[in-house]
């Protein structure tokens, strides 16, 4: 891959960062528009993949080990169910985000809503990843 050097620029330098930043603003955005943890995931996931198919699968895996994204995966999904839990621990049922303030039961939903599409976002991101690792990794062991 060495000699790709404006491929390995144009995606180092120009194509991932961005595609990394519009992921975040996707998740972050979603509560008000199109976009949420999902589709933040698949974008953040997509650019993980383009830095492994330009700079080499071994180099991706060092950026983002394999044990951290099965760890990240672990941690999506206990945000997801710990806002769930905590809802039911102020007296609500399991995601009802009001309960996450009940002075002000909108910005209980707002901020439920929020935790709950990052807990997707992360879970999704890193699944993907690890979907494409293994996919990757076939048959060179």
Do not use: W
């Not at 144009?10 to 528009?33: M, N, R, S, T």
């Not at 996931?45 to 198919?53: H, K, P, R, T």
């Not at 909108?106 to 890193?126: A, F, K, M, N, R």
């Amino acid at each position: 891959m060495k000699q790709h050097t404006i491929l390995r620029v144009a995606a180092g330098k120009l194509l991932i960062p961005y595609i990394l930043l519009f992921a975040f603003y996707v998740q972050f955005h979603g509560d008000f528009g199109p976009g949420g943890g999902f589709q933040a995931g698949v974008i953040y996931a997509s650019g993980i993949v383009l830095y492994a198919l330009i700079f080499g699968l071994k180099n991706a895996m060092r950026v983002v080990p394999p044990i951290f994204v099965e760890t990240m995966i672990a941690l999506g999904v206990l945000v997801y169910a710990g806002v769930g839990v905590a809802c039911m621990l102020f007296g609500g049922n399991f995601l009802a985000y009001n309960a996450l303030s009940p002075a002000h039961p909108i910005h209980g939903q707002h901020l439920g809503l929020l935790l709950i599409e990052l807990g997707v976002g992360i879970t999704v991101s890193h699944a993907m990843i690890a979907i494409f690792y293994a996919l990757a990794s076939r048959g060179r062991r």
